[in-house]
């Protein structure tokens, strides 16, 4: 079990965690392009991001530099409702002006294996990334990286894995591997809500979950709200 270097941040409500980390992903890809003439980010899915994802849409960003990819996707239909890109379209990039060409989509209406190896293909000889966006389930699972289920961090993993079975519908999946998501200038991980409050108590108290295998060497940012802070942080 690799130890997690995490450091906590903790608002006083949604809003205000909404506003810092919108803020703080507009000045991450600043950085990026000022020093590299592009902002690579990965998103994370989920309901915990999206209104995130909205208050982006009214920040200033040159949208032209910014480079999108998808850390999971649900094996679904392009387009259906329940894919994290149908959701990160609707809600913001559909709104913006990133080139069409520089959203990369998984395209996980492959199926898993195909899914998996043609993102793989779309990820070759790409650097680390300038921010991975990871949130956490209240099984501990991150992207599509599930307890017990393959999570990609040995030695010569590939950078996207095929999930068949995970324990949450849809069980098909494509998730990039946790050693891909490690490749990664920053990583923050975003948790909200008192449903999580047991989930973070457990990962606190050193549960072996999934986000353990996601190791840069900046660490990890854990944004949270109050409602999800466990009684007492390490």
């Not at 899914?115 to 680390?128: F, R």
């Amino acid at each position: 079990m690799s130890e997690l270097r995490l450091r906590w941040h903790v608002y006083s409500d949604l809003d205000q965690l909404i506003e810092t980390v919108a803020n703080g992903i507009v000045s991450e890809a600043a950085r990026a392009i000022s020093a590299a003439g592009r902002f690579l980010v990965v998103l994370a899915g989920g309901s915990t991001p999206r209104p995130i994802y909205a208050r982006l849409v009214e920040l200033n960003t040159p949208w032209h530099q910014w480079h999108i990819y998808f850390g999971d996707e649900r094996c679904l239909r392009a387009g259906h409702p329940e894919r994290n890109d149908t959701m990160t379209r609707e809600v913001w990039l559909d709104k913006v002006a990133i080139p069409v060409d520089q959203i990369h989509a998984v395209p996980a209406e492959l199926g898993p294996d195909a899914g998996a190896k043609s993102y793989a293909q779309e990820l070759a000889g790409l650097g680390p990334f300038d921010l991975t966006l990871l949130g956490l389930g209240e099984d501990g699972h991150t992207a599509s990286l599930f307890p017990g289920g393959p999570l990609g961090c040995q030695r010569g993993a590939p950078d996207v894995i095929a999930v068949h079975a995970a324990p949450k519908p849809p069980a098909s999946r494509v998730s990039m591997s946790a050693a891909r998501l490690t490749r990664s200038q920053s990583v923050q991980l975003i948790v909200t809500g008192e449903e999580k409050r047991a989930t973070l108590a457990r990962l606190r108290d050193g549960a072996d979950m999934p986000i353990r295998s996601v190791n840069p060497a900046n660490g990890i940012d854990l944004f949270l709200d109050r409602s999800a802070l466990p009684t007492t942080v390490i």
